[in-house]
């Protein structure tokens, strides 16, 4: 049974960057049949799709994020990671990572999902 | 505002069935048969209910289905169980470089 886990500061400073990682585990991030996404939920919102990235380095953003987001893999751990720059309050968020069937456009697997708030 | 459009609150009793609605345009839910359904449950993360349109994942109970028309995506959920209460949402592909659209949510209520 494939799992996702989000980890990373619970607590980001406005203009900072925040760092997440999904570690992935009960199957291989470079088997090739799958995108790797973030995915964000605001509170009391619904939800947002950040970014994803295929196991070879291709990625794909929201233009909306676009400007401040950074998603990378390591197939050698099984992880990939999020970064988003000079955050704001409007990004404290539920941010999941999840797995998205090669260009299905659904997400079968989902993390626990972590809180980042924005806050001095 | 959420790209697609769905109902704020339904609610049902138990046994009765209900349909959530997710309206978009012809680019997206209209478009293509790329819509999906989620459940989230209080603190916990999105599950898949349905993808293309109307297929179930494998332990998903085949009294959730759904359907499209036009622009418009529904979930139904027969004989609803108190289970059943949580919030739902709907994603779709989009041909404009969003790529991904989600509903703003449902929130159902089994009464």
């Known amino acids: 049974q494939v799992q996702l886990q989000e980890s990373g500061p619970g607590l980001v400073k406005p203009s900072q960057t925040l760092s997440l990682t999904c570690s992935v585990s009960g199957g291989t991030i470079s088997s090739g049949d799958y995108y790797w996404s973030w995915i964000r939920q605001s509170p009391g919102k619904g939800l947002e799709w950040i970014a994803y990235?295929?196991?070879?380095?291709?990625?794909y953003y929201n233009p909306s994020l676009k400007s401040r987001v950074t998603i990378s893999v390591d197939t050698s751990k099984n992880q990939f990671s999020l970064k988003l720059s000079s955050v704001t309050a409007a990004d404290t968020a539920v941010y999941y990572c999840a797995r998205e069937l090669s260009l299905s456009y659904y997400f079968d697997y989902w993390g626990r999902g972590t809180l980042v708030t924005v806050s001095s | 505002q959420s790209a697609l459009t769905q109902p704020a609150s339904v609610s049902g009793s138990p046994g009765q069935s209900i349909t959530i609605s997710c309206t978009g345009t012809?680019?997206?839910?209209?478009?293509?048969?790329?819509v999906s359904w989620y459940q989230q449950h209080p603190g916990k993360a999105p599950k898949l209910m349905i993808y293309?349109?109307?297929n179930r994942p494998s332990g998903v109970s085949n009294r959730f289905s759904g359907s499209k028309s036009g622009n418009t995506a529904s979930l139904t959920i027969s004989g609803l169980q108190a289970e059943d209460e949580a919030d739902y949402y709907c994603s779709s592909y989009t041909s404009s470089s969003t790529l991904v659209l989600f509903g703003g949510g449902t929130k159902l209520t089994v009464l």
């Open positions: 990235i295929y196991y070879s380095g291709n990625t």
């Open positions: 293309d349109v109307s």
């Open positions: 012809s680019s997206d839910v209209g478009g293509y048969n790329y």
